[in-house]
């Protein structure tokens, strides 16, 4: 299973940026799919998570209202839309895969190799 992500980079607060990761060796209709963050030091979080056959939608407190995860029109792409950026907001952002629960770091399976937001 590869995944590949592209999207990150600097921006100001307030502004935004949108992520993408596409899967590959895996059949996605039964796939669930997740961003994660983590900041220089600290503990990597889920931000939130998708089941591309359909389904449950999570968010982290964090980032309701503000980011929108979605399933690309090609079905093995995900987009994590991110609005009114913060600075809290700024880490490295990983894409990750597994068959379920995959915004717990505990059961992400597969993992992109992730990008870097910045928000200052």
């Known amino acids: 299973v590869q995944l590949v992500e592209s999207g990150g980079g600097s921006v100001q607060a307030g502004g935004s940026l949108r992520l993408s990761c596409s899967v590959s060796?895996?059949?996605?209709?039964?796939?669930?799919m997740a961003w994660f963050r983590q900041p220089i030091g600290k503990e990597r979080e889920g931000v939130a998570g998708?089941?591309?056959?359909?389904?449950?939608?999570y968010y982290a407190d964090s980032v309701k209202g503000r980011f929108t995860i979605s399933q690309g029109d090609a079905k093995n792409t995900m987009y994590l839309q991110m609005n009114n950026l913060k600075p809290e907001d700024t880490g490295m952002y990983y894409c990750?895969?597994?068959?379920?629960?995959?915004?717990?770091?505990?059961?992400?399976?597969?993992w992109g190799q992730g990008t870097q937001v910045t928000v200052s």
């Open positions: 990750a895969a597994s068959s379920s629960l995959c915004y717990n770091v505990d059961y992400a399976t597969y």
């Open positions: 060796g895996y059949p996605y209709s039964s796939l669930c």
């Open positions: 998708i089941y591309l056959g359909g389904g449950s939608i």
